[in-house]
């Protein structure tokens, strides 16, 4: 179902071909398929997970953000524990340091040091040089394009769903209907309207059903 070795059926919904596009990039994340392309091909100085950990310092101090040890593992979905040693090892390879908080001095905030600037710039360099080469096909106005797209495209993906969740049948329930104040009781095949009990006061007082 996931094949993306061929080209898109056209008959599919643009959402299924996306999807499929989508599961496809994620398998290849959780392989780190091109972190370790990199790491073999250039002998880049540490492991993927600690190139994600730089990219993630790097990502928050261009938009204006601190990055704490805490902070990094809620980034990358790990206890503080294994998010403390991903930073530690950063740290050992002089790709980051350590600061003290100006405004919390119990808090220790994670910078790149100018080691680690040089080493993200060849890492941009060689995920540019990779995706320059799976458009080497295209016009200019398709890499335009799809640059456009794909960016509009995660903006609004990493946007919160507001809409109503839908039924698990994809259908609203209508509304139970309700029984008339006026409507008749409705009578049990033995004769008793329902919610009186035989022998009670209500079944005593009332008159005997004919027989048939």
């Not at 040890?69 to 790709?95: N, Y």
């Not at 946007?159 to 329930?173: E, H, I, L, V």
């Amino acid at each position: 179902m996931y094949n993306l070795g061929m080209e898109r059926n056209t008959k599919q919904q643009p959402e299924t071909a996306v999807e499929q596009a989508m599961v496809a990039i994620r398998r290849r994340q959780n392989r780190r398929s091109l972190a370790r392309r990199a790491e073999h091909e250039h002998g880049l100085a540490v492991s993927a997970a600690v190139t994600e950990v730089l990219d993630i310092v790097e990502a928050n101090h261009d938009s204006g953000q601190q990055t704490t040890v805490t902070g990094l593992g809620r980034h990358l979905g790990l206890d503080q524990p294994r998010a403390s040693k991903l930073a530690g090892q950063a740290i050992a390879a002089g790709l980051l340091r350590r600061v003290a908080d100006q405004h919390d001095g119990r808090r220790s905030l994670l910078k790149l040091t100018a080691g680690g600037r040089a080493y993200l710039e060849q890492v941009h360099q060689y995920r540019r040089s990779q995706f320059a080469r799976a458009m080497s096909g295209w016009t200019e106005q398709e890499r335009e394009t799809f640059a456009d797209l794909l960016t509009r495209f995660i903006t609004a993906l990493a946007q919160p769903d507001t809409s109503p969740p839908d039924p698990p049948n994809g259908k609203r329930a209508a509304a139970a209907p309700t029984q008339s104040r006026t409507a008749h009781p409705i009578r049990s095949p033995m004769g008793t309207p329902t919610g009186v009990l035989p022998g009670s006061r209500r079944e005593q007082d009332r008159p005997p059903e004919p027989l048939l």
